[in-house]
């Protein structure tokens, strides 16, 4: 089994930039050296090199068995960069790209644990390489990886369960429509009332008015003027 690697001291971006930068010096050709990736890329090749481990282990890339240190990327990778070249915030580039991920258990590890946890970053900095397995990693490098799960995931950093886009769609559904509702409907309690007045010459007509007005406002039948 392939071992894991976290990458070493590039950002997310750059790292997605040799990545199109394989793919662009590949167009013609079919594994390909460090040298030629960093012609095409604004990354210098001892950056390359030290990522490839990364690469590879992850699954992007695929090393010739007949010339070492020689690359080309991964059929599902291909499908990844292709589309992010075209457009970096595509719907399509960060599909493919899950689709490349979740295929190993690590990353299902990780994101059932964000899916009960939530996505915190500063806690998921110290935990990500205990759980890849790869200790010698440098801060940028994981802030990288995991900047490489919310692109692709789109999860963001909070410390709640992260709700789907229909999740909080009812949720914002169901707060409009409870505000829209009166009071008495919104209470959903049927009450019966029995109300027994004695009536005789003492009483004063007017406030008994009144108060059946009152009684009339509070159960919603009626509304009473200040």
């Not at 900095?125 to 799960?149: C, H, N, R, Y």
Request: charged share 35%.
């Amino acid at each position: 089994m392939q071992e894991l690697k976290l990458p070493r001291r590039l950002s997310w971006e750059k790292l997605c930039q040799i990545l199109v930068s394989y793919l662009n010096a590949g167009a013609d050709k079919d594994y390909i050296s460090v040298k030629d990736v960093a012609e095409k890329a604004d990354v210098d090749e001892k950056n390359i090199s030290r990522n490839n481990a990364f690469f590879k282990s992850w699954g992007f890339l695929e090393e010739s068995k007949d010339t070492p240190k020689k690359y080309k990327l991964a059929e599902d990778a291909i499908k990844f960069v292709a589309a992010y070249r075209i457009d970096p915030n595509s719907d399509i580039a960060r599909k493919a790209l899950q689709d490349l991920l979740i295929k190993n258990e690590v990353i299902k590890d990780i994101a059932m644990k964000i899916e009960t946890e939530g996505f915190d970053r500063r806690k998921l900095m110290t935990e990500i390489p205990l759980m890849v397995g790869d200790a010698k990693v440098d801060l940028v490098g994981v802030q990288s990886f995991l900047d490489m799960l919310s692109y692709a995931f789109e999860w963001e950093k909070t410390e709640e369960r992260p709700r789907s886009v229909e999740q909080v769609k009812e949720v914002r559904r169901s707060r409009r429509e409870y505000t829209m509702k009166e009071p008495s409907t919104r209470i959903g309690i049927n009450l019966q009332l029995q109300l027994v007045f004695t009536i005789d010459e003492n009483t004063d007509v007017e406030k008994l008015s009144l108060l059946f007005d009152k009684i009339a406002h509070i159960l919603g039948l009626s509304k009473v003027e200040d």
